[in-house]
């Protein structure tokens, strides 16, 4: 049985890692979308906000779990019995730095695989950043995550546009 | 009549920022400079400023208006009814967040296009960022920002200068 | 009034394109696709044939005329009065090349303005090189192409398959 | 039991390909290593001679099958029964092209899956076409390829060499 | 007697530095690796410590000098009255960078001429953040940094495994 | 002494390449022009042709030598004893293949140090490529290359011209 993990900061989680997780779930015995807990410096959701939205939108694939983790990816995927570490490749500057990543982990972990899937076009302009912005101007989500996730960004901002009055 | 908008920090603005609005001023009836206020988390000028300096910049050209908006840069279009959005490219990077920027935007408004020019070769390496730290230093600003704008950085850093009792 | 030209080698016109055609001729008064004859060495079809194909899918928009040159871009944008040239950007390797064939153009015709277009998501990866090898084995152009290139495309290989018996 | 196919054009096989090959092999239960016979114009190896020299070179891997094949890679990987296509990543511009090939891919057989894995850093320079021209002037392949491709190389540019009386 | 600078934030050095540090020796006639102290905002180890560090792995280098400055770069190689400017190169996002620097600093001091070289394929996925979060984490730095930088770091990290009560 | 050579194909020298020239022979003592003749399948000019232009254009410098050579750039500066091959780099294209090109020379000759150079920011879109079309069709070379290479180009599509009846 081949374990495989998907870390990232999911801060939140957009179509985009659907996208990743669905092809990836197919592909592997087991998975694990994992959220790397010190990724970022400031997250907008807390680590656990994270994993309610993930467990929410991860429902339809029997063989996916998820679950959050602190320090190494490569520590964490030994841990967990996984040989391979998924990651979803979407533009030039991601490729650059995963691939750094990817052989900073082989150097740790020789025995450990990364392997890369690249994300569907029409999913390949989406960025946490870019929805954490959209949302924080009040602006339309439909199109780039799921609704709970829609759902707890409008429950994140909304003491700011009820303060500002805005819409 | 076609409006279009240039947004962007403009902290501060260069001769390459000069170089887009010149030629974008050639293609449209009518031009607005708009500072984006919430951009940069830290600018080192005020919007006011940087509203002040453009003014000062972009006198030669009949119709071309400066303002500055907060907010989702398509809802600012759709205020003030401009169809187009200009944008310039410098380098590969730019490349690809503006590729993710204009797909977004897509989304958001499909009625407002984004439409890029390339920077002028002798204008290709100017930055904003590289510009405050030659001034910070106190480095020769002439062939790169217009002399209301190098005034401007000079007085903005003459107090840490005069403290330090550096050059 | 505005006349703009999209110069390209269309071998053949793929859907890409037209989201380009679309999108330029929204904004501009009189749009020309021009089939550059000496873009590439040893075209699959001849520009009579592309210029078919472009007037067929080009109907619709109402100010969009279809030609074909020989020579410099910019003194076939100097011969038809057009003030600028209009290109899609797909890809990195896109960028870079356009950006040289930009500045080199603005050094050759100082008052033709090079504007560029990001292709939409959906359409960032088709290629008419792509088109070409997958008409060529046979396989399915429905999501790539217009009907009428996909027709031109199996007319074009038929020959290959009879003789083949395959397909 | 997963079946992947790692297709290319392998001309000749170089220490970078093996090391995907071997990675491939631990990831799947059935690799097969497949020459795309129509993949470039002049090969420098027949597609007999590839499928010789990769053959000698996979022998330490026993769920490594090699063939040959003509056609799309899709229509191969579904005849073949193969979930995956495996490709090797090494430098930017291949990421560029690969990412428009599994897009296209995805397009023509949505069930069929491409991963990329990054070539070891040690391999990240190798190309066949460096091979092919060290080998023509006679220089030191050792590193780059298996012993076995060497003399297939020295073999091929022999007649050159004698012929100008050289190395 | 030809000066070289190679200025940097070495923060801290790692092998890819070294590899630079050895070659460029190799081409001048004098090497001064320039600690400079204003490139990153908040850095993990104070300049002392930088160039303390570097002070021990450059021993092997007859004409090798450690330094720190502060200010512009080419301020700093005009007062040590150095004619060339040293930076590697790993990566995509570093050519970049470093071409716009290089282009700034030509602009600011034409008769300072910068000179790239490309870090050795075993070192291009070296990067001092990346060394930073595996010491963080508790990982192995033996294939990364010399001795020396290893047991300053663990040393710098010691405090937080032992109030955590990590390994 | 340090002898460097600066290779390349030179299919005609344009004013990027005298800049890459002007700047090397400013650094190294001895600084040998290499005209690479297989670098290219169909070169426009002969060997001898692009050695006469580049010994017109090069003059000026004392130190600046001529030649044309055949077979692995490593061997020939290993003939010459240079020390170190020279290149300019002006965009991202060529940073790949030159590092690719770097690396696989490092291999083979470890002694030979590869430098690079970034082109001035006013030549960054200049191609030797880009100037044979610009001929072809009767374009204005004055901005790209010196007298006696337009001149040189001139003659050679001067048939063509008269012929046509054109320009």
């Known amino acids: 049985m081949t374990t495989a993990i998907y870390p990232g900061s999911f801060d939140p989680v957009t179509y985009g890692h659907l996208d990743i997780v669905e092809r990836a779930a197919n592909l592997f015995d087991h998975l694990i979308v994992a959220v790397a807990e010190n990724m970022v410096k ?15 939108v991860v429902t339809p694939y029997r063989n996916v779990e998820v679950d959050a983790f602190e320090g190494l990816t490569v520590d964490y995927a030994r841990r967990r019995g996984a040989r391979v570490i998924v990651r979803g490749l979407r533009a030039i500057s991601d490729f650059e730095n995963e691939f750094m990543m990817a052989l900073t982990n082989k150097k740790l972990a020789p025995e450990v695989e990364t392997m890369f899937l690249m994300t569907r076009a029409e999913c ?40 500002a009055g805005e819409g």
Do not use: N
């Open 124 to 163: 390949s302009f989406m960025s946490s950043r870019a929805v954490r912005e959209i949302a924080y101007f009040g602006g339309c989500l439909a199109d780039l995550v799921p609704p709970v996730v829609a759902e707890m960004l409008r429950h994140k901002f909304r003491q700011r546009w009820t303060a």
């Open 42 to 56: 400031r997250p907008l959701f807390t680590a656990a906000e994270r994993v309610y939205m993930l467990k929410q």
